[in-house]
């Protein structure tokens, strides 16, 4: 199996450790905000699962009903040598009768005896106020949006027993106001392999799928994506590993020329043992595919690709690959 070329190459792979939700554990708490809140690498990657919902509030009060959750299911957290990586992100439906706006949010972590660890929130205050960093905060009558989680990063010496959220939503001109809370605690689970690189040489992860990665950036509530039904993002645990020449470059000269990226014909291994349980081997190597076809085919931006079953309900997806290969 060779790789077609770098900026190309897809693969998905669970790394050994996990940790699990305990399902008897988890908590929803919603509250009414009587006043306004505006104001203010590569070490053998673990992770931690966990699962959780959220109930809609309603208040005759404000008269706002909003319901959270955290999507994908199942979540990940992901532990690396920086970090801890929180790797979902959340969905905010508004079953209001009028447009909200998110103002602020909140993160609180606590200690297995619930001792308050870490409190970082996004608000409306300053210049340039951290809200932004979210991009579009209005959600329009009847609309779920989705809120790429702005806490990705936390200390690795943390206890990341109970993650708590907060969201405080407003109309328009700030006469009504809503805050709701989302709580999920979690306990130790550990995969059953370990695994290793797919590719061998001087390599990058050119784009991996850390909040700024475009493989976690798919967002399916967006509404060309909607509309093809598109209820999860196949490449959100995805990297791009490539070939580099010793200046760094990714390919000879412009690089038109497929041909002349480093990765271009280099082998691809499978990262560990298992059966393989499907292949696509007929695309053309041109770097491109028919996006209309994701409609009823969602592995179609994967070109060729060899899909492994590694055991323990864990699969590597190894993409974009050479024709013929």
Request: net charge negative; aromatic share 8%.
């Amino acid at each position: 199996m060779m790789v077609k070329s770098f900026d190309e190459t897809l693969v998905q792979a669970r790394k050994p450790c996990l940790t699990a939700l305990n399902p008897e554990a988890i908590s929803c708490i919603s509250s009414v905000s009587p006043q306004s809140r505006i104001s203010p690498i590569y070490r053998a990657l673990s992770l931690l699962f966990l699962a959780t919902f959220a109930l809609p509030t309603f208040s005759a009060d404000s008269a706002l009903e909003v319901a959270l959750s955290l999507a994908p299911d199942p979540l990940f957290i992901e532990r690396m040598s920086d970090a801890q990586h929180l790797n979902f992100d959340h969905l905010v439906e508004n079953r209001s009768d009028v447009a909200i706006d998110i103002d602020r949010i909140e993160l609180s972590v606590m200690d297995r005896d619930g001792k308050l660890l870490l409190r970082r929130f996004v608000d409306g205050n300053g210049v340039r106020p951290s809200i932004e960093a979210i991009g579009e905060r209005r959600i329009e009558v009847g609309k779920t949006r989705t809120v790429f989680n702005p806490f990705h990063p936390l200390a690795n010496e943390l206890d990341l027993a109970t993650l708590r959220f907060q969201f405080d939503v407003s109309n328009a001109d700030g006469s009504r106001r809503l805050q709701q809370f989302i709580e999920v605690k979690l306990r130790a689970y550990c995969n059953h392999a370990d695994y290793v690189l797919p590719v061998i040489g001087l390599v990058v992860n050119h784009d991996g799928h850390d909040v700024l990665g475009h493989h976690r950036r798919f967002d399916v509530q967006f509404e060309p994506i909607a509309q093809m039904e598109c209820k999860r993002n196949a490449m959100r645990y995805s990297s791009d590993f490539v070939h580099v020449g010793a200046s760094g470059a990714m390919s000879k000269g412009e690089g038109t020329d497929i041909a002349n990226w480093f990765s271009f014909g280099k082998p691809v291994s499978a990262i560990g043992g298992g059966v393989v349980v499907a292949v696509e081997n007929s695309q053309p190597d041109n770097r491109q595919f028919d996006q209309s076809k994701l409609a009823t085919d969602r592995v179609a931006l994967f070109g060729n690709y060899v899909v492994i079953d590694h055991g323990g309900g864990e699969f590597g997806v190894y993409a974009q690959t050479q024709l013929d290969s």
